[in-house]
């Protein structure tokens, strides 16, 4: 990829007015939920989507994340006491920093008047000086200690629990689930755990550092005023002009490199995070050489840039350090000739060196901070990208509950009543691949309607890819993208089971009682009951229910398919099951029990599988193909006057009893 130079002055005022006008395009849009057409058309366009997540200023995103923390319900109050508290103990350090400098002069002009008492004198109130400014430093320490400590708090518990949480009625709406399928977010681990650290830390000083700065300058520009007005701006236009050629001339190249340091490092560490997730398939490959050539490639273009980030930063320090050590002669130039004039004090030399430093350290402050400045930015970016794309997923969920849009623009789902005889109903349902940068959306099926009523099953086949587990996934309420309405009974009764069940870190019990781990009601006979009826009793002989093991990498796939059934078995308020190939890992047999234990405990199942010998289990069949390919859609046709067409469009569907399905002789397709 080309990579991104800093650009011209009138380039990035052109840009920079582009990227206001779509900041406040995308704000009247967010405020008008109701207009789906508009809210679909920023979802879908991943150019405008980047340009606000890029280019909306960083400052502005600053301001946002700092006044979230002020807003917060829980801590915001305290907050700005705290603040409070910790503005008045800087301003105590200051004047009694300000103090110092005139005790010091006192004294240094006491010592060269020989004057004893004055020199004592002196050396007493340096004592008193520091013994009241030490806890004044420790107090205020402390303060900003804890400020920090909330801030991050606050942030790291708004974003994580929008990140987490299952919101949406009906749909589930989860946004993490949302953002890995979307890939719109890289890493949101790293920037909810680390960046939220680095940017809280860094934000702090920046703002302590430049308050304290901007109190010194005022204190210590009046010290240099009353000795002389002409040094005073001497100094102050002499600041100014280290930290314009140090901001404009280094910093876009900085914060550049920066920038993309950062990306190229999560890069590199999300590739070793893949390898080891998949390590036995990587293992199976003798995949590493492919790795390490993939990881090589990814480390040599990070360590181009971190070499063209050290010729910048030593540009830099050659600049900034000149810049410094010039200010030793400047200051005594400025005062020396007034001393030997005999129009100011020797003290005053002192006094002026120790201002000249305070303010020159102040003004040239971003100098010294640029490359904090740059990487500050670049988790400010990262962080409010997050926090856009959370915001999209919520306003997405908040539009998809308003009425007219749900089934119209996206699938609406609503909860079947206890007496419906049906446990599952899919009106008119079209349903698309969820939407992915640079990826254009699948339409999977078109008008679909079926019914499935309690003590019916329905196994759904179909060549592999015409999107079977997409339409379970829409059915369990996890894609949502396109139209139509799936009925089905209350979400606390749907159990998904997939491919590979999810193993939770805890112990064998919990991996049984999971998502409810802190069940109490469920006994330990009740879950060792449940072991065996799935032939998983033997688990027992080597493990206790409290193990905390590495469940995941202890147990087979078929023994953590089996695992999922036990928790079917002891979740009583379980009506439906959604099988995603959930026993495709298990022998004939162990499968045969399987589904006899569901057929004894459910109303009903649906299953996605590729054996012919799951026919047998269910009294439905649901056949997914492509439309217009004679050789698939024709048998069905002929196969099954009966049976409802219920589609047209891409793919079509027939739901057949398992009766018509082998009369059709269609089992060897499967
Ligand atoms: N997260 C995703 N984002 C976009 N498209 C996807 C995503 N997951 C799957 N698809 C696409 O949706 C289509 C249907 O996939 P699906 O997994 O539903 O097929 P399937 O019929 O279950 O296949 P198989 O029998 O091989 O498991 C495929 O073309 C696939 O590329």
């Known amino acids: 990829m080309a990579e991104r130079q800093p650009?011209?002055?009138?380039?990035?005022?052109l840009r920079l007015f582009r990227v206001r006008a779509r900041v406040r395009c995308f704000r009247k849009r967010r405020d008008d939920l109701d207009d789906d057409l508009l809210t679909q058309d920023l979802e879908s366009d991943p150019k405008s989507r980047e340009a606000l997540e890029a280019e909306s200023s960083v400052l502005h995103s600053a301001l946002f994340l700092t006044?979230?923390?002020?807003?917060?319900?829980?801590?915001?109050?305290?907050?700005?006491c705290l603040s409070a508290v910790s503005v008045i103990l800087l301003l105590a350090e200051i004047s009694c920093f300000l103090y110092f400098s005139k005790v010091q002069g006192n004294y240094m002009t006491a010592l060269q008047q020989k004057d004893v008492d004055g020199f004592y004198h002196g050396l007493w109130m340096v004592g008193v000086v520091i013994m009241v400014i030490s806890p004044i430093i420790a107090l205020h320490e402390y303060t900003g200690g804890v400020l920090r400590m909330w801030w991050r708090s606050s942030l790291t518990k708004r974003l994580a629990k929008s990140y987490l949480s299952n919101s949406g009625a009906g749909q589930s709406h989860s946004l993490f689930y949302r953002l890995a399928i979307s890939g719109e977010i890289d890493n949101p681990d790293q920037r909810i755990c680390q960046d939220i650290a680095d940017f809280v830390d860094v934000a702090f000083r920046l703002v302590q550092d430049t308050l304290r700065t901007f109190l010194s300058i005022m204190g210590f520009a009046g010290v240099l005023y009353s000795i002389s007005p002409m040094i005073c701006v001497y100094v102050v236009v002499y600041a100014l002009f280290g930290t314009l050629v140090s901001a404009l001339g280094f910093g876009p190249w900085i914060?550049?490199?920066?920038?993309?340091?950062?990306?190229?490092?999560?890069?590199?560490?999300?590739?070793?995070?893949?390898?080891?997730?998949?390590?036995?398939?990587?293992?199976?490959?003798?995949?590493?050489?492919?790795?390490?050539?993939?990881?090589?490639?990814?480390?040599?273009?990070?360590?181009?840039?971190?070499?063209?980030?050290?010729?910048?930063?030593?540009?830099?320090?050659?600049?900034?350090?000149?810049?410094?050590?010039?200010?030793?002669a400047v200051s005594p130039l400025l005062v020396g000739p007034a001393y030997l004039r005999g129009e100011v004090p020797f003290g005053?030399?002192?006094?002026?060196?120790?201002?000249?430093?305070?303010?020159f350290g102040g003004l040239t402050l971003i100098m010294d901070r640029i490359e904090s400045l740059s990487n500050v930015?670049?988790?400010?970016?990262?962080?409010?990208?997050?926090?856009?794309?959370?915001?999209?997923?919520?306003?997405?969920?908040?539009?998809?509950?308003?009425?007219?849009?749900?089934?119209?623009s996206c699938i609406a789902s609503q909860e079947l009543s206890a007496s419906d005889p049906a446990v599952l109903r899919l009106r008119e349902v079209t349903l698309l691949t969820p939407p992915r940068n640079e990826v254009i959306q699948q339409t999977l099926s078109r008008q679909l309607s079926l019914e499935l009523c309690g003590g019916q099953s329905l196994l759904i086949v179909g060549e592999s890819g015409i999107g079977k587990s997409s339409l379970l996934r829409a059915i369990a309420g996890?894609?949502?993208?396109?139209?139509?309405?799936?009925?089905?009974?209350?979400?606390?009764?749907?159990?998904?089971?997939?491919?590979?069940?999810?193993?939770?870190?805890?112990?064998?019990?919990?991996?049984?009682?999971?998502?409810?781990?802190?069940?109490?009601?469920?006994?330990?006979?009740?879950?060792?009951?449940?072991?065996?009826?799935?032939?998983?009793?033997?688990?027992?002989?080597?493990?206790?229910?409290?193990?905390?093991?590495?469940?995941?990498?202890?147990?087979?796939?078929?023994?953590?398919?089996r695992i999922n059934f036990a928790r079917v078995l002891?979740?009583?308020?379980?009506?439906?099951?959604?099988?995603?190939?959930?026993?495709?890992?298990?022998?004939?047999?162990?499968?045969?029990?399987?589904?006899?234990?569901?057929?004894?405990?459910?109303?009903?199942y649906v299953s996605v599988g590729h054996r012919p010998a799951l026919q047998q289990f269910h009294s439905h069949v649901l056949w997914m193909s492509q439309a217009g390919q004679p050789g698939q859609a024709g048998p069905v046709a002929e196969a099954s006057s009966a049976a409802r067409q219920v589609s047209s469009g891409p793919t079509s569907f027939r739901k057949l009893t398992m009766a018509e399905y082998q009369q059709a002789n269609l089992s060897n397709q499967l």
């Not at 006044?67 to 700005?80: E, K, W």
């Not at 959370?390 to 998809?400: C, I, M, P, S, T």
């Open 377 to 408: 930015a670049v988790r400010i970016r990262r962080l409010q990208a997050l926090e856009l794309a959370l915001q999209r997923g919520e306003d997405n969920v908040k539009a998809a509950q308003l009425p007219g849009f749900a089934g119209k």
């Open 255 to 328: 914060a550049h490199f920066q920038h993309k340091r950062v990306r190229q490092e999560a890069d590199l560490r999300y590739g070793l995070i893949r390898v080891r997730e998949n390590a036995e398939s990587v293992a199976f490959f003798r995949g590493g050489e492919a790795e390490w050539s993939n990881f090589s490639d990814h480390f040599t273009s990070l360590l181009d840039t971190i070499y063209k980030g050290i010729l910048v930063s030593s540009g830099y320090s050659v600049f900034n350090r000149t810049f410094h050590w010039a200010t030793f």
């Open 478 to 561: 996890l894609w949502s993208d396109g139209s139509g309405h799936i009925d089905l009974c209350s979400r606390d009764s749907v159990f998904f089971m997939p491919q590979k069940p999810y193993m939770f870190l805890g112990s064998l019990r919990d991996q049984l009682l999971y998502p409810h781990v802190r069940d109490s009601i469920t006994t330990d006979a009740q879950i060792v009951d449940a072991l065996r009826q799935v032939n998983l009793g033997s688990l027992l002989d080597h493990h206790n229910l409290s193990d905390t093991k590495d469940w995941a990498s202890l147990l087979s796939l078929g023994q953590q398919q």
């Open 67 to 80: 006044r979230s923390f002020f807003a917060d319900p829980l801590i915001g109050r305290r907050a700005i």
């Open 7 to 13: 650009s011209s002055k009138w380039g990035d005022r």
């Open 348 to 359: 005053a030399i002192s006094q002026t060196s120790m201002a000249f430093g305070s303010i």
């Open 570 to 604: 002891l979740r009583p308020q379980v009506q439906l099951a959604l099988i995603d190939e959930g026993t495709s890992a298990c022998d004939p047999a162990n499968e045969a029990q399987l589904y006899r234990l569901l057929q004894q405990r459910l109303r009903s």
